[in-house]
């Protein structure tokens, strides 16, 4: 409790900015069915279906107010790689909407060849990691030729952090930061901001200039956690003096909102995506923090950071 304070309910929501929502899983038809299935163990009401398709989705976003959107594809072993990493490049042919980001997984054996591949050959935006549902160590040596990679290419890694009792794992955070200081040409988003390691957040995006944050989920999560009665921490034992994080969320936001972006998490965020916009925009941010997570970071990391442009249909 104590973060009530900080949702102005009779705030009032834009829907007419412009947006590019930082955070999306549009993916091939069983791995969609899998993710809603996912969600729905933990929350039977999620408003998303198994049968979604990659148009309804695409429709969601767009009806949402979003101009582009990041799609992250991630496999579950290496068998599924190169296929995902080839839609994530086919449906954004289809979809010029949708900026693509490629991917790998811990088996994957030549992790600095597959980069090459995606940014150099495809045109992909990145390379995306969730080692949580992947099941795998991230900052460590076996993944060091990809971050060596990606370092000459200056081409950005988005990595799932935080929301650590949830996945029941932990980052190596002594090893992410080692990592930041041997390969600061790769700009390296931390997504979901280390949630709720906030104050951890705020030190490392003020010591390393190619850091970037990703705010998807956060807002959402501090709704949830402000409708269960009681104290947070007791199913969230990480979750500790709700509106002494709030304060240090808004002080990360405020002053660093030109290094964080935004996003829904769709079609398994905490809810449909105009839902998630609601959520951002009744935390009580400026209206340049807002800007900034909606579009204006994005926007700028897209142009100094990502090599894709507007992908012609074939």
């Known amino acids: 409790k104590g973060t009530s304070a900080y949702f ?34 933990a929350f039977p009401d999620h408003p998303s279906r198994q049968d979604l398709t990659c148009e309804e989705m695409v429709g969601e976003l767009q009806a949402a107010g979003c101009a582009r959107a990041f799609n992250f594809v991630f496999p579950l072993d290496d068998e599924e790689t190169e296929p995902l990493n080839r839609f994530s490049d086919e449906i954004a042919r289809r979809h010029p909407m949708l900026v693509p980001f490629g991917s790998m997984h811990a088996a994957t054996p030549d992790k600095g060849g597959v980069a090459e591949t995606c940014i150099n050959e495809m045109g992909l935006a990145g390379i995306k990691l969730h080692p949580y549902a992947q099941r795998f160590e991230v900052f460590c040596d076996e993944f060091d030729p990809l971050f060596a990679r990606l370092n000459a290419l200056r081409a950005p890694l988005f990595v799932h952090t935080g929301f650590d009792t949830f996945y029941g794992r932990k980052l190596d955070l002594e090893r992410l930061e080692r990592t930041l200081e041997e390969y600061p040409d790769m700009p390296l988003v931390l ?62 936001v405020e002053e660093h909102s030109d290094r964080i972006m935004y996003g829904t998490d769709y079609p398994v965020g905490m809810g449909p995506p105009s839902r998630i916009f609601e959520d951002l925009d ?12 909606r579009y204006a970071t994005a926007a700028r990391f897209l142009s100094v950071h990502c090599r894709t442009g507007p992908r012609p249909g074939r």
């Open 8 to 41: 102005s309910h009779d705030h009032g929501v834009r829907f007419d900015l412009e947006t590019i929502d930082a955070h999306v899983h549009i993916m091939p038809g069983y791995r969609t069915a899998g993710l809603v299935r996912w969600i729905k163990r």
């Open 191 to 252: 997504v979901h901001c280390l949630f709720p390691r906030f104050e951890l957040a705020h030190r490392l995006v003020e010591s390393h200039p190619g850091l970037f944050l990703d705010l998807t989920n956060v807002p959402g999560t501090l709704r949830l956690y402000d409708s269960f009665p009681g104290d947070a921490s007791t199913f969230d034992p990480d979750f500790h003096d709700g509106a002494r994080l709030v304060e240090s969320l808004h002080a990360l």
């Open 282 to 293: 009744r935390l009580g941010f400026s209206g340049k923090a807002v800007g900034d997570l």
